[in-house]
């Protein structure tokens, strides 16, 4: 996921997710110190099936080593502060 700053134009990398997800439903708080994002189908690549026979072959995420499975990750800076600032 990319992020832009319109003012400078810089495009910068602001999050990656497991292979094979779709991340989406992008959110944050009215206050901007935390910021939602929904990863969905970790582990299952739209070119070809997960293995029923070894469902972690692609991903074990979010926790291993069991099937990989949808969540929702929350995004807050360490010294609290607003996410971009």
């Given at each position: ?11 910068r990398r602001f999050l990656t997710g497991p292979s094979g ?65």
């Amino acid at each position: 996921m990319l992020a832009a700053d319109p003012e400078t134009r810089e495009v910068r990398r602001f999050l990656t997710g497991p292979s094979g997800c779709e991340r989406t439903g992008v959110t944050s708080t009215p206050d901007g110190r935390s910021v939602f994002v929904n990863i969905q189908y970790p582990g299952e690549p739209s070119s070809e099936r997960s293995d029923p026979k070894n469902p972690i072959g692609i991903s074990a995420w979010p926790d291993g080593p069991g099937r990989p499975r949808s969540a929702t990750v929350v995004i807050q800076r360490r010294d609290g502060g607003v996410i971009g600032a």
